[in-house]
Structure formats: C-alpha cells, structure tokens
C-alpha cells in the first residue's frame, strides 16, 4: 500500500492473471501492472507488449518492423466493481513499405476512440433505451463524449451498410428547430429505416442521396412517397429514370392539403356565425379532421348532425371526404372519372380554399394517381418521424445540426453500432 493509503499497487501474477482475463487481453499484448487508487475509486491498469520480429501494417496487414511507440495512452473500460477502470498503453507504430508510419490497431479500442470497446458497447446499448443526458449521468460521461460514442458508431454503421435493394422510398422533411430549418430525410419503405439525412430541404439536399446509390440500386427504385415540394420533384426527375411514372406524392399530405382547407372554410364561417350570436362551430375546430368512427357515441351524434346541417364547413369537409375515397378504386379509369366530376363540383362550391386545393390537385394529379398502380404511402415515414420527435424530446434539443443527423441514423437508420472489436 502507498504509504498515504490510498494506492494499493497489485503485482502478484494472480492479479495480473485476474485482469487479463476480465480484460480480454491475448498475446502479445500482457497485463503488466494494476493500481488500485482508493480515494477516486479508480483501477488503472497498465498494458504491454512482447518483443516481436514483425507487426502487421494496421492498413494491409503486410508484416512490417517495430518504428517506436507513441506516447501513453488512456481508455476508459467496463467498471470493475464500483472504481472506474483505466486502461494504460503505449501504442506502437510500424514502418510499412507501401503505407509508411502508421498506429498499429489495438485488439481493445478503435483508433479514435478514448474508451474500450466493450465500453462503447455499453454506452451504445444504453442510449438505444435511454436519453443522452440519463446515459452521461449514469456512466459519468461528458456530452462531447456521449456525442462522439454516437458519432463514430454511425460511421462504422453506414461504412458496414451492405447496398441492398430500395425498391420503395419515402421522402420526407424534418423540423430541426423553429424558424423553418429543415432536415431533409429519405426512408426504405420496406425495411423500415432510415437511408440518408441532409441539411435543408432545397433540391441539392435530396441530390446527395442518389450519389450513394449503385447502379442496381438507382435501377431497382419502383416508387417514391413524398410531398408536393417541388425542389424535391426537380432531383428526383434529374436523377431517377421514368421518374413520372414513379413519384407518387402522398396520399396523407393530399389529405393534409384537404384538411387545411377545411379548417379555412370554418374559422371564416365560425366568425361570421359568431359575430351574429351562432356557436356552432365553436371548439369543432379537431372534429372536422378527425375520423368519425373514433368518436364516442355522444359526440358522433352531435358531429352528424353538423355534417349534415347547411353550413359550409359542412360543404367543404363533404369535398375533402369525397376527394379522399379516390383511394378507394382499383382501377385507374374509373379513378379518373370520379377525380374529374369532383373537382367540377369543388370549383362550383363557391368555397375559395376548396377551390384552390382542387386547383393544386388537379395540377399534381397525374403524381395523384400513381398510388393505384404502387400502392405505397408515407405512413412509414411518419412512423419514423415519431421516433425522430422522440430522440429530439429526450435530448432537449440539439447544439447543432450534425448531432441531430446523428442521433436519426443512431436511433432510426436500421445500423450495425458496434465496434468491431466488441465483435
């Protein structure tokens, strides 16, 4: 024991033996001494190496001689116990003929990293389950650290993505924070997930995701959620082949558009009813937008009888109904043919919003009525985008833009997280 008692130096080859196993530590690499510090509750444990003829290029792998050793070097690891465990080395460099100086790669840690990879572990599967902030206090971390635990475990996670096939793809935009800044996110319909996130949601930040296609990806593409922005139609045409034949702009953000002209139509007749002593419509504002069947039966009776009454809201919430049972045919003909006697009845209606919202459909129709050949929504992605508002709510909000892409791709991109020597 120290003789201010609070280092106790552990050097008996039991103890050696004890760590190396708890450690993972294999040849060549040995447990040369442990230090248990009493008053930080810490065990520092230092590491070193046998004498070898060759090590291998941590860039090839091709045999290569000793050049020297870098200064020591820290790693936090797993907790033995309650104390903090602290590993020590210097790591040493190799001369390669065809890559010249480099780190060798340590059987514990990767290269960037200040912790071990079983600790990486850890903390990966901890905020998987947990916000950022209950992860740092718990493990006594940082918000850099927790940071950079995710952001090198996204990269090692888009670096593994295999190129499969994404024949149906979701566009979306994402909130970053109030004051119309905006992520621009595309989603694999199919599996689930998250593909790539931009800054932004001009055209360029759509561009960015086709270039990290194949060939037989881009080629495999079938069909395209999204909305009616036009900056994301320009890349899709500019990057996707048939692309017309592949937009399908959403059945939900058509039901969007519909519905905010609904609540036009009744906020302007709500006041004109209520200027002359009719309350009505007033608090009706969410049972225009909702579905009736979700109602009780109290309030389904009084929602019928509004629906049913003179009012325009009643009008203009039968035109959104109408619009919406599109989606109920199979066949294109018959699809185009309730569309077109519709929007004549829409532009009669004497309803502004509504007629404006015909206007824009029938501009956008011919992207409207893709979804009977595809069949596909973004219904997906706005599963995906809840758990997206659920990663931004448990972080209290993002410094910057780059952690927040992270934290999507961390929580939402389907990746592989775990360093490789966890493996």
């Known amino acids: 024991m120290h003789p201010n008692g609070v280092y106790v ?13 708890i450690l993972g530590i294999e040849y060549p690499w040995r447990v040369a001494s442990v230090d248990l ?36 070097r820290q790693w936090r690891h797993l907790d033995t116990c309650q104390y903090r465990t602290i590993l020590h080395a210097e790591p040493p460099r190799t001369q390669c003929p065809a890559h010249g100086v ?9 290269p960037s990293s200040r912790f071990t990879a079983l600790f990486e572990a850890l903390a990966i599967a901890w905020l998987k389950a947990a916000s950022q902030k209950a992860v740092a206090k718990q493990l006594g971390l940082s918000w850099d650290e927790v940071h950079g635990i995710m952001d090198r475990a996204v990269r090692r996670g888009l670096a593994r993505r295999q190129a499969q096939p994404v024949c149906h793809l979701g566009v979306d935009e994402k ?10 996110v595309v989603n694999d319909l199919v599996r689930g997930r998250v593909l790539y996130v931009a800054e932004d949601r001009k055209q360029e930040s759509l561009d960015g995701f086709w270039r990290t296609l194949t060939d037989g990806q881009s080629k495999g593409i079938e069909a395209i959620a999204m909305d009616m922005w036009d900056p994301y139609v320009a890349s899709v045409r500019a990057h996707v082949a048939e692309a017309d034949q592949k937009i399908v702009f959403d ?26 002593g009719d309350e009505r419509l007033k608090g009706t504002r969410y049972d225009w937008l909702r579905n009736p069947a979700t109602m009780d039966p109290e309030d389904r009776r009084a929602f019928a009888a509004l629906r049913q009454s003179e009012l325009k809201t009643a009008r203009a919430w039968a035109l959104k109904e109408t619009a919406m049972s ?15 006697w519709w929007y ?3 532009v009669r209606s004497r309803l502004a919003p509504m007629k404006e919202v015909a206007g824009t459909l029938k501009r956008r129709f011919a992207n409207i009525i ?17 758990k997206i508002q659920w990663v931004k709510y448990t972080a209290r909000g993002f410094r910057n833009k780059q952690n927040f892409i992270n934290a999507i791709y961390f929580h939402c991109g389907g990746l592989d997280l775990a360093p490789a020597a966890t493996k």
Not at 9 to 21: F, Q, S, V
Not at 251 to 275: G, I, M, P, T, W
Not at 326 to 340: D, S
């Open 9 to 21: 130096h552990l050097t008996t080859m039991e103890d050696r033996e004890l760590y190396r196993r």
């Open 37 to 72: 510090q009493l008053a930080p509750k810490e065990v520092h444990v230092y590491l070193a190496h046998e004498d070898l003829s060759s090590w291998p290029c941590a860039e090839c792998g091709t045999p290569c001689q000793l050049y020297d050793h870098q200064p020591e």
């Open 102 to 110: 480099r780190v060798l790669k340590l059987p514990w840690a990767e």
């Open 175 to 184: 909130a970053f924070r109030k004051g119309h800044k905006y992520l621009t």
């Open 251 to 276: 059945k939900f953000h058509v039901e969007q558009h519909l519905s905010q002209a609904v609540d036009e139509v009744r906020r302007k007749e709500n006041k004109a009813l209520r200027a002359g």
């Open 326 to 340: 599109l989606y109920n045919y199979v066949y294109e003909g018959p699809a185009r043919k309730h569309f077109r």
């Open 344 to 346: 004549g009845w829409a």
């Open 370 to 386: 893709t979804y009977l050949k595809h069949r596909i929504t973004n219904a997906t992605s706005e599963s995906i985008n809840a």
